[in-house]
């Protein structure tokens, strides 16, 4: 008989992210507000071991949705966002400038389902 082995796929989980990603967080809150969108339900999470999350909030308790995914060690500096997620390389934290247009999108997508 094989061993039934629960996964921890989407759960929170301690924050623990790295400065670059918390100044990444930060930039993203900011081209929201800059935007005239509300930041206030945008938090930072980790639901994965592997990158960590920018989410909104919604109504309904512990339930969120994604805005981006980053990743920003030493070893691999990335973001991934957009309506299909797609992964963009980046140099520094500012770089994710670059890429409001597609946070927005993103954001302007998940606001009927809060």
């Not at 909030?57 to 995914?69: F, G, H, K, M, N």
């Not at 390389?89 to 500012?94: H, L, M, R, S």
Request: contains cysteine.
């Amino acid at each position: 008989m094989e061993e039934l082995k629960f996964s921890h796929y989407g759960e929170c989980r301690e924050l623990n992210c790295t400065d670059g990603e918390r100044e990444i967080f930060e930039i993203i809150r900011s081209l929201i507000d800059d935007e005239g969108l509300d930041s206030s339900i945008v938090k930072l999470v980790r639901k994965s071991d592997s990158y960590v999350s920018v989410v909104m909030a919604t109504s309904r308790e512990d339930d969120v949705l994604d805005i981006a995914r980053i990743k920003y060690t030493p070893r691999a500096r990335w973001i991934k966002t957009g309506t299909r997620f797609v992964k963009y390389p980046i140099g520094k934290p500012n770089d994710v400038t670059e890429y409001a247009q597609e946070i927005y999108k993103v954001y302007r997508f998940n606001e009927p389902y809060l």
